[in-house]
């Protein structure tokens, strides 16, 4: 297991290309699930959560080979295995995004239970909810969900409690090959579905209200094959804008969409952080101080969860008062811990983390909790005095795609050791 060492204080000035979307890639590579053929993704980001999904695709008979770096070829001619074991669903709760591609392709799907979840905790009960109004069969049994559909699935209206995504994008993908019209009531509106969507209508799906929170599906009686390019990670992008914003100096970020970040922008702008937009690049500088700004995180567009423990470390830099409200997950201030033991002043309120910015961050031992929660305390890392030590960075290698590289070879003082 590997640990990351971080000596802190050193600005970064440099260039770093973006990777694909982890959160775009896993729905699309189980979209493939949906007919035979040969699908080619690219743009795919090398990481440990896409690896687990291609374990998982193989187990149910699909084949696949990179043919270059970042280029995913699947051959999804030979599926026939309709189960999703716990081995590997507990490692990556995404791994319920074969629930739907399952159910329409075989006509039955067993897809174990994430690994901790209580039902109503994480919406999965959206998923059931879904394929349910569809007319599927579901049933709960020893921890798997059990789906069942006697021929095709009937298009119906599906309104989400809560825009999930993932249950968005399991329901899109079902909804294909019902038969007549699917609608999704309060869909998620984030880039990651729209890049679904359009790989879904690349294989010849009918969907209407792309980036709206109304989705209105055609089934059609078959599916091809296609090829499609995964979007630039927007969490990633903003990981490193706040890196910047902690460390100083000045970043170009290449290969990223500065119109899936509207509300993050906006808020390091308002932190005191130059930010210029391009079509494909950011340009992120900080040279003076910082300030503090009030964060609530919502479904996109508004500001995104997966950046909210980023932004707490970037506040604990200030000397200002912070107030961050997460609204999305529970139990999402795991990362609070660690902040205190480089020095920081965070007192947290149910959902609510009130940040009193001490302006300086002193190096510490720390240890990575979850994939987002590893991400702040590289950000804070980089600005503070003297060493940081991360342990269990395996959860950062779930979701970025050697994040310390790209660092060092912008002038952060960054290693890998094994523990």
Avoid at 71 to 83: Q, R, Y
Avoid at 162 to 186: C, D, H, R, Y
Wanted: with cysteine; glycine share 10%.
């Amino acid at each position: 297991m590997d640990k990351i060492i971080i000596e802190g204080g050193h600005p970064l000035h440099g260039e770093i290309n973006v990777s694909g979307a982890k959160n775009a890639a896993l729905p699309l590579i189980a979209a493939t699930l949906l007919c035979p053929g040969e699908h080619t993704l690219y743009n795919v980001p090398d990481l440990r959560d896409i690896r687990t999904m291609l374990v998982l695709l193989e187990t149910l008979g699909i084949t696949y080979h990179y043919p270059e770096p970042h280029t995913l070829v699947i051959n999804s001619d030979n599926v026939e295995g309709f189960e999703a074991s716990y081995d590997l669903v507990k490692t990556m709760r995404a791994s319920v995004l074969v629930l739907g591609p399952l159910l329409v392709r075989l006509g039955r799907a067993r897809v174990s239970l994430p690994g901790g979840c209580a039902i109503g905790a994480r919406p999965i009960n959206f998923h059931m909810q879904g394929l349910q109004k569809l007319g599927a069969k579901i049933e709960l049994e020893s921890g798997y969900v059990d789906a069942f559909v006697k021929g095709r699935l009937q298009g119906d209206t599906i309104y989400f409690d809560f825009p999930s995504v993932t249950g968005t994008e399991n329901m899109l993908m079902a909804a294909t090959l019902a038969q007549g019209k699917t609608i999704i009531k309060n869909a998620a509106k984030e880039p990651e579905v729209g890049n679904l969507i359009d790989m879904l209508v690349a294989m010849g799906a009918k969907i209407e209200g792309r980036g709206t929170d109304v989705l209105v599906v055609e089934g059609v009686d078959g599916l091809r094959a296609t090829a499609t390019t995964i979007i630039a990670d927007r969490i990633e992008t903003g990981t490193y804008i706040a890196a910047v914003g902690t460390a100083g100096g000045e970043l170009t970020l290449r290969n990223c969409n500065p119109a899936h970040l509207p509300s993050f922008l906006e808020k390091m702008r308002a932190v005191g952080i130059y930010i210029e937009e391009k079509e494909s690049s950011i340009i992120a500088a900080r040279s003076g101080p910082i300030k503090s700004v009030d964060v609530k995180t919502m479904p996109y567009p508004g500001f995104p969860t997966d950046l909210q423990a980023q932004i707490m470390a970037l506040m604990t830099c200030t000397t200002g008062l912070s107030v961050i409200d997460e609204t999305i997950f529970e139990n999402r201030f795991m990362h609070v811990a660690e902040l205190r033991r480089m020095g920081a002043d965070i007192r947290v309120d149910g959902g609510r983390a009130i940040v009193s910015g001490t302006g300086t961050l002193t190096g510490a031992q720390v240890m990575a909790t979850d994939l987002r929660a590893s991400a702040s305390l590289v950000v804070a890392g980089v600005a503070a005095q003297g060493v940081t030590t991360i342990s269990r960075v395996y959860h950062l290698d779930r979701g970025y795609e050697r994040l310390d590289e790209k660092l060092r070879r912008v002038g952060a003082k960054i290693w890998r050791e094994k523990e």
